[in-house]
Every structure is written in C-alpha cells, then in structure tokens.
RNA sequence: CGGGGUGUAGCGCAGCGGGAGCGCGCCUGCUUUGGGAGCAGGAGGUCGCCGGUUCAAUCCCGGCCACCCCGACCA
C-alpha cells in the first residue's frame, strides 16, 4: 500500500476524548471512526489487523473440530422472551420493531437462535457432539461505553458453542476449546491468564475468562503468588482468617454514645474488626435485605446477587429504606428481627462472641451468636477477597491486578436447551437434554488490549502476526529520482517475495515519516536513502528495537524475514 | 441512572455583550530532505441545538442534545 494513496491520515495532536493508550494510538494513527458512544468504524489499517485475527481465530476453531456459520443479527423478541433472557438484559438489548409492529432486536450473543438451528438438525445422539462458531458484529446497548474498542455497543466477536450427550462430552469440548484459546492469545503475542469467573448474564456453571492484564482494564482478579489460583474478584474466594472458639458468654448491652461505624465501635470497645459484625442493608426488586459479615470483611456483591438468586437491580439500600423497616443504621442487629431476608456470609460462624448492634440508638450488644440469638435465612460466602488476604488453597497472600478481559469460555449445561426443549435421542429412542457450552473472544476488543499491551510513548509495537502490514517501507526524498527508483523496486520486491508493505511514498520530511513510522508500529521499518543508496545498503530497524543495522541490497528479504519469524 | 467535565475550522485550543482567532494540518508556488523543515500566498466556521434577555448573543439566562471521565451496571 502506497502511504500517500492510504484511507486514512495519522494526526500529529493526539485526541483530546481518548484517555487509553490504544484508543489515543488507534486515533492517532487513523485506523478508527467514532460514529457515536461505542460505535466505531474500522478504517483499512484497523480492518487488516482484525482480518489477521479473525483468521487466527478461524484456524484454530477449525483445527479444534469447529464449523464456521452466519447467523442473522436481526430477530424476533419471541425468541428472547422464551429464553427468559429478555427481561435478564433488560435495557441492554437493542429493540425496535419493524413496518408491521413486530417486535426485533438486534442480537447482543446468538445462544437462542443456534439453539433453535440445532434443534432442527440435530435429530440423533449420531450428530453430536458439534461445535459450531460464528465471526459477526453483535449489539449491546452498554450502559457506559469507554476506552474505545475495549468496550462498545457495535462490537465483533466471535462466539462458538458446542452440544453434546452428557456431561463428559461437554467437558471434552470445554477442554478443547480452552486449549484454542490458549493457542489463539499466544499466535497473537499476547500474555493472557486464565482466571475463574462468574457467568453473569450468560448462565451456566464452570466459567473461565481469559485476562490480558492491564492498568486500563475493567475488571479486577485475584492472584494467588503462587500461579495456582486465580479468580475474577467478582468469584474469588480466600482463607478468612479463623479465631477460636470460645465458650458462649451472655448478651450484654454497651452504651455506644455516637458509634455508628465498625472502625468507632472497635476503637471504642478496644475489640478487633474481626469481632464484630457488621450489617449492610441491599434493595433488590423492591424487598430490604438483610446482610450480615464479619466486621473485618466487605460484601461482594456478584457472590451476594448469586445466593439470593440472581437479584435483579441489587442495591445498596438508602437511609430511608432501612428507617421505613424500623431498623437503626449503625446499630443494627439481626437480632430479633422478623420479616426480613437475612442473608449472612459464612464468617459469622467463625468466631463468637461478637459485637453488633442493639438495635436501638447508641447501644451494642456484646457476645452475640449467630444460632444462639438470631438465625440466619442464608448462609454462604458472600465476602470480597481483598489485596493480602490468604489463598484458599495454599494460604499465601493474594495479589491484585486490573485487567482486560478477552475471552470467556461457559459450561452453559443444559441452561438454554432446557427451556427451548432441544433434546436428542439416545441409541434407545430416549430423548434428553443437550449439553450446551459457550465460547466468546471479543476481536475488536482483542485489537484494543493487544495495543494496550504493546505500545511505547512513541506508538504502537504491533506483534508480528496481528500488524496489518510486515513492513514499513521509508524512502527519505522521494524528490530524488535515485531514492524514488530504488524504493519502488525494493517495494515490487518486498511484495513479490509475498511480504507486506506498507511504502511511505509521500513528500514528507524524514522526520514526519519516521514518527509516523513509530505511531503506525508495524514490525520492521526499511529505510531508503540517498546515503544508503550510495553504499548499497538499505537500512533494517526492529519497531521493538533501538538499533537499526544496515543489510546489502540483495539479502534484504531474508533479512526482513528473519526479523518478522523472531 | 448518580457525580464531574467538555462542546468555537480536519486535530489541539484561546477568546469574549458590538470585527471569529491561534498552533498544527490542508491547498498553490519556490526552496528543503536521516527524527514532526523554510519563505510567500490561500482555502476552510449555522461558535452543539432551541428558546429567552438585549438596540446587539459565540459570550448572559433557561431548556435540550452530544461526547468524555468516575461510580452503578455489564460479556
């Protein structure tokens, strides 16, 4: 491609709404349009990268046993009402209706549908197990887009899902697909973990997501230092710390003059945060919760929405909410409450004796039991790990890291063909449920965390596979007719040995060219000169390098190869 | 949806009750060519939209919209 003839021209003021890096650089550099909030247009430079993703993805999922189909993103609201899944997304999905009033949606995700496909052919355990994916733009009306590919409304992504006859099927395609992912991130040069995970909106059991750790990502995981566990925040799990037990003693109450919070309580009573118990108040589809932990511990609240069910709206509850239910903020107690959900997290059946609230005003009850003095509706972990806390498995301290989820593969289970009734018959005759499971890559948003992760203050450092082009061909004076000459023949070269070449053929300074050379970030930049010329020599620079060697004329292509396989 | 911010030329920004500007980019010509060149000339704007105040509004007031950031939410 001949730079002067490019769609798409690099700015030299970096644009004021991109904060992220990848989406300053892929401004900067031109590869992407901004239509609105989240919805962006891929100019040629983008769309290349992402066709060579694309086609990563493609390789793999085909090797894996996968077969490639299209699927409408137009559909009937019926399908999604039947799914249940309708009211689950509620706003995020994109409705409208067509000339008849019918109800559509732009499809955010193809489970329904597919399984609708499958359902009418797939008719014997003969044709399972299957793995079907698809490569295709996907609608969700985020709440709050940003960073601009990381999270859009107009997105491309490519999903597979697979069906089997039992559990062990499913688990066999869970594993293969794991696997791809694997192979996928690392043909794209990029460092992902595997992390544990919720499954959220999507359903299902067993979740993994594949992480590119980032500053600018959007979730939160936790590590273990030793590499033997690591979770999504949203699920993970740690050692809260144990006390021993001791005998019951009888409630008393303090005079607590003006102690509201857990840390004015421990300093007042000189008692530690972990003997105490703290009580959090939720709203979730109109009803109060009643949450009780630890006072050294804070709810999660995805564990927290998971054990009541799946709360739609969860919420912290207001000062008012809580006073319409005759209970005291800062000196509540599930004790002698009647009426209410009470939800604890299983930490209060680790210790005893704690500190909690009187129910009325200035007043806390000392040695309160859970069993003893008040029972709980629920209890399970509902508590967030937090950076030091001990790994559940090993005991080590736990780390934090913020990051970019690109992958997320779901053991859906039987989730969807269960309320779309798709079924297959055994070699008896007898029908049963398929095994779904899900596997999703955001390829717009790989792009986006794949320049998060490799760039540098003068642009971006593209690994090899993902560029959209190999080469970045500098000719400094194109006024001179011996670099012009020599550029275009090493050009039709390049090209002819089957390498891509992006040639900076415009009138520009050598400054310009070479800084646009940087902010493009393609693997290898050549350079044409009238001093190389001059001793036969073209100039080789790694982007990722400092240092730039010069190669004779005639080993130009091997060397540019060399470079692009290390 | 809550909080904060911003809307003036392609990009970055200044301005201010009475002439719409600067830098970069763009066009023409000449010179220049190893890290964002020089000189000369030039093009480009419903100052986000609607309403109000005023003799007069880009500027003041009100409403709306859009975009960005934090949170909520979310694959």
Avoid at 194 to 215: N, R, Y
Avoid at 228 to 243: G, I, L, S, W
Avoid at 260 to 265: D, V
Avoid at 454 to 459: F, T
Wanted: charged share 25%; aromatic share 6%; glycine share 8%.
């Amino acid at each position: 491609m001949r730079m002067s003839k490019m769609f798409g021209k690099t700015l030299r003021n970096d644009p004021a709404e991109a904060e992220l890096a990848s989406h300053r650089l892929m401004m900067r550099a031109g590869m992407i349009y901004q239509a609105s909030a989240g919805v962006y247009s891929y100019m040629p430079l983008a769309l290349r990268s992402l066709r060579k993703i694309e086609q990563i993805i493609r390789e793999e999922m085909d090797a894996a046993g996968g077969q490639e189909v299209q699927m409408s993103a137009l559909q009937p609201l019926e399908f999604w009402v039947e799914s249940g899944r309708s009211a689950a997304m509620g706003s995020e999905l994109f409705r409208l209706h067509d000339r008849r009033d019918r109800p559509l949606v732009l499809a955010p995700t193809h489970e329904e549908l597919l399984t609708y496909m499958v359902k009418a052919n797939v008719h014997s355990y003969r044709d399972l197990p299957l793995i079907v994916y698809q490569i295709q733009t996907k609608f969700r009306d985020e709440p709050r887009p940003r960073g601009g590919l990381i999270r859009v409304r107009e997105f491309d992504m490519k999903d597979a899902y697979s069906f089997d006859v039992d559990q062990d099927g499913l688990d066999v395609s869970y594993d293969a697909m794991a696997q791809a992912y694997r192979n996928i991130f690392s043909r794209c040069g990029l460092d992902t973990i595997e992390v544990e995970a919720d499954s959220g909106a999507i359903g299902g059991k067993d979740s993994t997501e594949f992480i590119l750790v980032a500053d600018a990502g959007e979730d939160t995981v936790v590590i273990c230092q030793t590499g033997h566990y690591a979770a999504n925040a949203e699920k993970a799990v740690f050692a809260k710390p144990q006390q021993d037990a001791e005998p019951l003693l009888p409630v008393e109450e303090a005079h607590t003059p003006g102690i509201k919070t857990i840390e004015e309580l421990c300093e007042y009573l000189e008692a530690p945060a972990s003997k105490t118990l703290k009580a959090v108040f939720y709203m979730t589809g109109g009803e109060l919760v009643f949450v009780v932990i630890r006072g050294d511990l804070e709810v999660n609240e995805v564990k927290l929405s998971n054990v009541l069910g799946g709360a739609p709206d969860l919420r912290l509850a207001t000062h008012e909410e809580v006073a319409a239910h005759g209970l005291t903020a800062g000196s509540a107690s599930p004790i002698g409450v009647e009426g209410i959900r009470i939800v604890a997290d299983d930490s209060i059946d680790m210790g005893s004796n704690f500190l909690a609230g009187a129910n009325r005003p200035d007043y806390h009850f000392r040695n309160t039991n859970h069993h003893r003095d008040f029972e709980a509706d629920i209890v399970d972990d509902i508590a967030l790990a937090q950076p030091g806390d001990a790994c559940a498995k090993c005991g080590m301290k736990l780390i934090m890291r913020r990051g970019i989820e690109v992958g997320h593969i779901f053991k859906l289970g039987t989730r969807y063909s269960d309320v779309l009734q798709a079924q297959y018959p055994d070699e008896n005759g007898e029908p049963h449920l398929i095994l779904m499971g899900c596997y999703g890559i955001g390829v717009g948003r790989l792009l986006g965390a794949a320049i998060e992760q490799n760039h540098d203050e003068r642009g971006m450092v593209l690994p090899s596979t993902i560029a959209p082009y190999d080469v970045s061909l500098v000719a400094l004076n194109m006024q001179n007719d011996s670099v012009a000459e020599s550029a275009q023949a090493l050009y039709d070269e390049l090209r002819a040995a089957g390498i891509e070449v992006l040639f900076d053929d415009r009138n520009e300074s050598a400054g310009v060219k070479f800084n646009d050379a940087d902010l493009i970030g393609l693997p290898v930049r050549l350079v044409v000169s009238t001093r190389n010329i001059r001793e036969g020599v073209v100039e080789a620079k790694a982007r990722a390098s400092d240092d730039a060697e010069t190669v004779a004329a005639r080993d130009v292509i091997d060397k540019v190869r060399a470079m692009l396989a290390s």
